[in-house]
Nanobody
Framework: QVQLVESGGGLVQPGGSLRLSCAAS????????MAWYRQAPGKQRELVAS???????NYADSVKGRFTISRDNAKTTVYLQMNSLKPEDTAVYYC?????????WGQGTQVTVSS
């Protein structure tokens, strides 16, 4: 049973855009708060954006105005649209599903922003 599968990472120049996708199982998608985290080498994993089943969202200050998290309930998929990318956005991006103390994680997808 595959619960979270990320895709869409890659290499992009500064100022460019990428869209990450996270396909979730139906039960996870309906009940859990979905989020994107990222982790750069030697750094702690940090929250990038989250979205609830009500479509309420929140963003890290560093990405606000540039990134947009959204969800497609029919496809049970959450997206992270990343615009105006900066080198400091370079990290492995992880899809997360959370309910109280329960957490599920995807395997991660690499995003590299370089000129």
């Amino acid at each position: 049973q595959v619960q979270l599968v990320e895709s869409g990472g890659g290499l992009v120049q500064p100022g460019g855009s990428l869209r990450l996708s996270c396909a979730a199982s139906e039960i996870i998608f309906r009940v859990y708060k979905m989020a994107w985290y990222r982790q750069a080498p030697g750094k702690q994993r940090e929250l990038v954006a989250s979205i609830r089943s009500t479509n309420s969202t929140n963003y890290a200050d560093s990405v606000k105005g540039r990134f947009t998290i959204s969800r497609d309930n029919a496809k049970t998929t959450v997206y992270l649209q990343m615009n105006s990318l900066k080198p400091e956005d370079t990290a492995v991006y992880y899809c997360n599903a959370q309910l109280a103390s329960y957490n599920h994680w995807g395997q991660g997808t690499q995003v590299t922003v370089s000129s």
